[in-house]
């Protein structure tokens, strides 16, 4: 399922970090903006961004072929880090999270400095969206990456530690849900969807700056 909860960014206006977050929502997309102006209002608040990035963590991996893996923070040390968040049954995923996720990783594909990660946060639909799901959708969508499922203690959320471990701390609303962490381990967005082609001219501005 999806979730149209929307992102939030800092709440100061006066402070560096702020500026920096609504200049960045401004390049990644109108609808990040859009989240930004509901925060504003007092709506519910979502995301981390100027923290540091928590653990991202997953009961079960897969490498780029598909193959049983592990994953550890230490891979994604230094690098510019693409976190798609999905769930196998989310339309929204299928309709536009995979694709925009396809076209970032193929516009990077072979640069080191860029990392992406496909996590199966599960807080809903324990008996559909399953870790045997993640082969069938790195395939569907050609997805040369590393994928995880976290589901964390299989409870909804809403119940006592229910949800995905890592959604709980990067405080993430739904899915489909991107978050972008830049080389110093800072979160610098988090919310639905960024449009693609944004998100590819932002990081290779950042890289070429």
């Not at 976190?83 to 299928?94: D, E, I």
């Not at 990456?145 to 990067?170: F, I, L, N, Q």
Request: hydrophobic share 35%; glycine share 14%; charged share 20%.
């Amino acid at each position: 399922m999806t979730s149209d909860n929307p992102h939030a960014p800092p709440a100061d206006p006066a402070s560096p970090g702020r500026r920096r977050v609504l200049a960045l929502l401004g390049a990644l997309g109108a609808a990040a903006w859009a989240g930004a102006s509901a925060k504003s209002q007092g709506t519910e608040r979502f995301g981390i961004v100027g923290q540091r990035a928590p653990t991202i963590e997953g009961s079960y991996w897969i490498d780029a072929d598909g193959e049983p893996t592990r994953f550890a923070m230490r891979e994604i040390e230094a690098r510019w880090v693409y976190l798609k968040c999905f769930q196998s049954w989310c339309p929204g995923c299928h309709r536009h999270g995979f694709p925009a996720l396809a076209s970032v990783s193929e516009a990077f594909a072979g640069d080191e400095r860029v990392a992406f990660i496909a996590l199966q946060t599960v807080f809903e639909g324990f008996d559909v969206n399953t870790r045997d799901k993640l082969r069938g959708i790195q395939d569907r969508y050609s997805l040369r990456m590393k994928m995880g499922h976290d589901a964390g203690p299989g409870r909804a959320v809403g119940e006592h530690g229910g949800g995905s471990s890592t959604m709980r701390r990067y405080r993430t609303g739904g899915t489909p849900w991107v978050v972008l962490i830049d080389p110093a381990g800072r979160v610098v967005y988090n919310g639905f969807n960024p449009d693609p082609g944004r998100v590819t001219g932002y990081l290779r501005g950042q890289l070429t700056a």
